[in-house]
């Protein structure tokens, strides 16, 4: 069987960061950086490389600061090129989107009413066919989780494919988890799924991150869905009503992923990528050898 192209990424980045706070208070989370690099900036990389057409970010007015970093801004470029950066301008224009050549929308969530909640304010947005839903406090490094995800789902014959992971028994409730019906190598088949069940609630240890395919009937689902866990409208619960109607599909993606929506994964994440850096190696080494703190792989 082979699916519709997949055209549409949404990027839920309308949420409070309060697990951030102090720093998200006039910040947006998905602003954070890595370094030097915004977690929204890796989200949109990951989408153009899997080749999405339109990209839906489904924001809050508080958060127009996302909205300056991802579009194009040609008088930061014109000044930098003035004062002799002309790489740094150039860097900044690879990075940015930009209209008309950029299909971009901008739309708001004004209430915090869940993720499947701000996945429906997309719903007017997105073009035809089945959505890429892109979370990007989950920072998925190496081989682009959205892409692998897409190119899956072409031969699958699932409504919905949603990226996965096993986790600790202690670590259930943290995610959404499939109730998982079969594996074959790193595909895996569902008929639900449960926001983050208590391990002794959990139908199993697969968990899914941030990197979703679903269905267009997703959007009828999120418009009759009632509230779920933390009265919240759930996208789990969304997909889990799909599972019977169009097939639920789990893919272990291969690469990396760091949990950027708390201190200890971002963490772990800025000293991913600075150790990878011959600039900062040296850095790094030096506050280990001198014993100030361990560096985690
Ligand atoms: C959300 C989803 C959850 C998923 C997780 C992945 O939860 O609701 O199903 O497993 O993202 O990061 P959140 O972490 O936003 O609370």
């Not at 890595?34 to 977690?39: G, H, Y």
């Not at 009265?231 to 789990?236: K, P, S, W």
């Amino acid at each position: 069987m082979t699916q519709t192209p997949v055209r549409t990424a949404i990027f839920p980045v309308a949420g409070l960061g309060t697990r951030f706070l102090p720093a998200t208070k006039a910040t947006p989370k998905e602003l954070l950086p890595v370094l030097d690099t915004p977690l929204i900036q890796y989200a949109i990389d990951e989408a153009r490389e899997a080749g999405i057409e339109r990209m839906v970010f489904v924001s809050h007015p508080s958060k127009s600061a996302i909205e300056r970093h991802v579009m194009d801004d040609v008088h930061l470029r014109n000044t930098l090129k003035e004062r002799g950066k002309v790489e740094l301008a150039s860097d900044l224009k690879d990075a940015a989107l930009r209209a008309p050549e950029d299909d971009v929308v901008f739309t708001m969530q004004h209430e915090p009413l869940g993720l499947g909640h701000a996945v429906l304010c997309a719903k007017d947005h997105v073009l035809p066919g089945a959505v890429a839903v892109i979370l990007p406090d989950d920072l998925i490094l190496g081989r682009g989780c959205i892409g692998e995800l897409i190119e899956a789902y072409q031969s699958m014959d699932c409504g919905h494919l949603v990226a996965t992971m096993p986790v600790a028994a202690e670590e259930t409730d943290k995610y959404g988890i499939l109730s998982v019906t079969d594996r074959t190598g790193n595909v895996l088949r569902a008929n639900g799924m449960v926001e983050k069940p208590a391990a002794a609630d959990a139908p199993s240890r697969d968990a899914v991150v941030g990197r979703y395919v679903l269905d267009a009937s997703i959007f009828e689902t999120l418009t009759t869905q009632a509230p779920g866990a933390g009265n919240e409208i759930q996208l789990t619960d969304a997909i889990n009503t799909g599972a019977e109607s169009v097939g639920l599909g789990g893919l272990r993606f291969s690469g990396q992923r760091f949990d950027c929506g708390n201190k200890a994964g971002m963490l772990q994440a800025v000293l991913h990528i600075a150790a990878q850096d011959p600039e900062y190696k040296d850095v790094l080494d030096a506050f280990v050898l001198q014993g100030q703190a361990p560096i985690a792989a």
